[in-house]
């Protein structure tokens, strides 16, 4: 997911929202999204690849739930180390050290990407701190609002016009804040931490473009982050802190496999992206929140109360909008393509 990230920390071409090592949102609605494509295999691929990346990314709290004791900053540390050996496992299948070589030399890739390395860290831990605190809930919100996030950011950042239905949407978004921050008592930071820093993350891809491809990206950025989730890993085994050895092997080798399941919904997404309209793809990223919402609310048991209901109601209201106005847009570019091709 690599213009606009999703919650694993790749990205489409227009605002998508997905969790914690993510997904994954470079521009926003504003920009005209591509209208649908006739069915066929390619659909159809594309289809079960995006729905199966949303999926592992909509379910990755419950990898976390069975990751605990670990912490979040020895999850993310471990995820980081394992994920680069795993990237660098791909990079020698799929030979592609020389692209890998011309992104660390060319300095505004590797700017750009370290830039987005650290804004993916901030994600990852304050998803991961809010899963193994029991703040599931909360971490759901943040991928909802995150759309209206990459709105926000084209409009203050790239000076987009927004359409009436976006400029809608982004103001019940606001609604939709005051409303969870009187639920909560407090502003739902862990939401807005989220949002806003895989809303960024998706800018600073986007300024990447094309130039690299979602592995290549995905390794620079794990190259940026290894020494210091070494050194975390290290600290954290001298001060007895670490679980890695200390659980039984079945402990150990889950922790290994975050590198796995760090870069599999990568792959689908990137699948997915290239044989999908950006349209469908802006539909299928609501899987990952609706389910992390699910898995809180049904495994974890987390409380709602009325005031919550009311505030997730009304981001759910925002994104309608948001949708509708996706939507109509791809309908009108659709009806402009056609009638271009009547004309030629």
């Known amino acids: 997911m690599e213009s606009v990230p999703t919650p694993e920390g790749t990205s489409p071409a227009t605002p998508v929202a997905t969790p914690a090592a993510a997904p994954p949102v470079a521009k ?7 209208g649908p494509g006739p069915v066929g295999k390619d659909t159809t691929a594309g289809m079960l690849f995006g729905i199966g990346a949303y999926v592992l990314w909509g379910l990755l709290p419950l990898y976390f739930f069975i990751l605990m004791p670990a912490g979040a900053v020895e999850i993310v540390a471990n995820r980081v180390v394992w994920s680069l050996l795993f990237c660098a496992l791909l990079i020698t299948v799929t030979r592609t ?43 759901s919100l943040g991928y909802f609002i995150n759309p209206l996030v990459s709105v926000l950011l084209g409009v203050l950042v790239l000076k987009e016009k927004l359409r009436p239905l976006q400029w809608a949407a982004v103001v019940v978004g606001f609604v939709a804040v005051g409303v969870l921050t009187y639920s909560y008592g407090k502003l739902p930071w862990i939401a807005l931490t989220l949002a806003f820093s895989f809303g960024l993350y998706g800018f600073v891809k986007n300024r990447v473009g094309s130039k690299v491809d979602a592995i290549t990206s995905l390794s620079v950025e794990t190259m940026v982050l290894a020494p210091l989730a070494a050194v975390a890993m290290v600290v954290l085994a001298a001060g007895g802190g670490s679980t890695l050895t200390s659980q039984g092997a079945g402990h150990f080798w889950l922790l290994l496999a975050s590198g796995v399941i760090t870069a599999v919904p990568l792959l689908f997404f990137g699948a997915s992206a290239r044989r999908l309209p950006m349209t469908t793809i802006g539909l299928l990223q609501y899987f990952a929140p609706v389910l992390q919402f699910l898995v809180a609310l049904f495994v974890f048991r987390e409380a709602m109360t009325i005031e919550r209901w009311i505030g997730f109601g009304v981001v759910w209201l925002a994104l309608v909008l948001l949708t509708l106005d996706m939507l109509r847009a791809a309908r009108r570019n659709s009806l402009a393509r056609r009638a271009l091709r009547k004309a030629a």
Do not use: C
Not at 117 to 129: D, E, K, S
């Open 28 to 34: 926003s609605t504003a920009g005209a999204p591509a």
């Open 97 to 139: 050290w020389r692209v890998l070589a011309a992104a660390l030399k060319d300095r505004r890739v590797f700017g750009s990407l370290a830039l987005a390395a650290f804004l993916i860290a901030i994600n990852w831990l304050t998803y991961t701190y809010g899963v193994t605190t029991g703040q599931a809930v909360e971490t």
